[in-house]
């Protein structure tokens, strides 16, 4: 992935691009590789927008997808076709099957929460280290290097030991050395600055966890404990339940198993969002300055409607009012024109012939205070909005322009009429509304009120 990841970096530096494009060709070559090396297209193209995107648009998705599906073909003939670690189909999932993986996704969460907090930990003990930070890594690897000594699985790749834990080859106390000393190494590791990657490791310790909880409990066998336990890991730990989902069944092509890692990995997700405010992968982003959010949904402005949010009573005055006597009735006697920034000018047939904001107003009294209004609009391209468009239309438009509120008319050609106005206070009336709808809680079933002589003859 971080391969895949320069090469779409690299490659959109050499075009005329804009940084959101520049992103997706990013993430389509991080997806291309992860499809490359595991066979897992559709997985490497919900990793993108779960965890790199958090959006789903056709303009980022279509590339992201395009790059997987590519990277997956062209490995067949280099790796061969087929999963990655193919097992022995397990059976149609039962109660007891789906009461295991909640447990193994409760106790992936309880563990992904205790690594990112040791991640952390070890690099706030590395920065407190009285040693220059370019030893860092090296007193990491000395720490590798010891866990090798403890279990030799620990160290590379690691992918013969995931493949073993999915076969139920790994049990008893190899089983518990192999999750501590991994979940130990590779905190560590990461902690000094050490370069390395994450998804092999939660696999690991993943199936580990499952694996241990499956032999204890009784109820599946190690190797469907493991695949449980490694979707749910990743699943939790990145905070990418589809994606840890959807990798572990195209890893192995199990389809029987697809609804107990749905199981086990919203299970870790619920924990480690109720444990930690970040992932694993966003703390490190925040430690630095920058905020992350991994939550993602459709903007409110392209849900919403400018007729819906627009003030029905906009401040309109003729054109050939002069420019003194709009200052005085702002200033004195109209409250709807005193409380706008700007002022429509409308015709008798409501016909909108120009704006004027109080920064024109007040250039207009110092040059020329008996210059009627529509004199100021002589030179001026005027911005407007229609009631059908949507607000993110509306606002991509005030921004593209630097004004701050733009007339609503109708959409005719000939004689256009006023409609409304859309200024900042209605945009944020709008972004209040949904808040209300998001935060307010109400009685959907309201009872009402008994009248005083209810019940009386």
């Given at each position: 992935m971080p391969v895949g990841s320069a090469f779409g970096s690299l490659f959109a530096q050499l075009f005329h691009l804009s940084a959101a494009e520049r992103k997706t060709l990013l993430v389509a070559g991080a997806s291309a590789g992860m499809?490359?090396?595991?066979?897992?297209?559709?997985?490497?193209?919900?990793?993108?927008?779960?965890?790199?995107?958090?959006?789903?648009?056709?303009?980022?998705?279509?590339p992201v997808a395009v790059a997987a599906i590519i990277a997956s073909v062209l490995r067949q003939p280099l790796l061969g076709a087929g999963p990655v670690f193919p097992i022995a189909a397990h059976g149609a999932?039962?109660?007891?099957?789906?009461?295991?993986?909640?447990?193994?996704?409760?106790?992936?969460?309880?563990?992904?929460?205790?690594?990112?907090?040791?991640v952390y930990a070890c690099e706030d003990a590395f920065a407190r280290l009285p040693v220059h930070w370019m030893w860092w890594p090296a007193l990491g690897g000395l720490v590798v290097g010891v866990g090798g000594l403890v279990d030799p699985r620990v160290l590379g790749v690691g992918y013969e030991t995931i493949h073993g834990l999915l076969r139920g080859d790994v049990?008893?106390?190899?089983?518990?050395?192999?999750?501590?000393t991994k979940a130990f190494v590779w905190s560590v590791a990461l902690g000094s600055g050490t370069s390395g990657g994450v998804?092999?490791?939660?696999?690991?310790?993943?199936?580990?966890?499952?694996?241990?909880?499956?032999?204890?409990?009784?109820?599946?066998?190690?190797?469907?404990?493991?695949?449980?336990?490694?979707?749910?890991?990743?699943?939790?730990?990145?905070?990418?339940?589809?994606?840890?989902?959807?990798?572990?069944?195209?890893l192995t092509r199990d389809q029987n198993v697809l609804p107990a890692l749905l199981v086990g990995?919203?299970?870790?997700?619920?924990?480690?969002?109720?444990?930690?405010?970040?992932?694993?992968?966003?703390?490190?982003?925040?430690?630095?300055?920058?905020?992350?959010?991994?939550?993602?949904?459709?903007d409110l402005f392209d849900l919403v409607r400018v007729g819906e949010v627009m003030d029905q009573r906009p401040p309109v005055v003729p054109p050939d009012l002069v420019v003194s006597e709009l200052a005085d009735r702002i200033a004195h006697s109209d409250p709807v024109l005193a409380r706008r920034q700007a002022t429509l000018l409308v015709d008798a047939d409501g016909t909108l012939r120009g704006i004027v904001t109080r920064g024109d107003l007040m250039r207009a009294l110092e040059e020329n205070p008996q210059a009627p209004l529509g004199a100021l609009m002589a030179e001026r391209n005027l911005q407007v909005a229609y009631?059908?468009?949507?607000?993110?239309?509306?606002?991509?438009?005030?921004?593209?322009?630097?004004?701050?509120?733009?007339?609503?008319?109708s959409r005719e050609v000939e004689h256009p009429r006023l409609l409304g106005y859309l200024g900042r206070a209605e945009i944020l009336a709008a972004r209040q509304r949904w808040h209300d709808e998001e935060e307010r809680r109400e009685r959907a079933l309201l009872v009402p009120p008994r009248s005083p002589d209810a019940g009386t003859a």
């Open positions: 499809a490359a090396v595991f066979a897992t297209p559709l997985a490497a193209v919900l990793l993108a927008v779960e965890l790199l995107l958090f959006e789903w648009k056709p303009r980022s998705f279509i999932p039962d109660l007891p099957l789906l009461g295991l993986a909640l447990g193994i996704g409760v106790v992936a969460g309880l563990v992904s929460g205790a690594l990112t907090t040791l049990l008893g106390l190899t089983l518990l050395t192999l999750l501590l998804l092999a490791p939660l696999l690991m310790i993943g199936g580990a966890v499952g694996a241990a909880l499956a032999a204890v409990t009784g109820w599946g066998d190690p190797g469907l404990g493991a695949v449980i336990g490694m979707a749910a890991m990743m699943g939790g730990t990145m905070r990418a339940p589809l994606t840890g989902t959807v990798f572990m069944f195209e990995s919203v299970a870790a997700v619920a924990v480690t969002v109720l444990l930690l405010r970040r992932s694993i992968l966003t703390e490190k982003l925040a430690r630095r300055g920058q905020h992350i959010s991994y939550d993602y949904g459709v009631p059908d468009e949507t607000l993110q239309d509306a606002v991509a438009r005030m921004l593209r322009h630097d004004i701050g509120r733009l007339p609503v008319i």
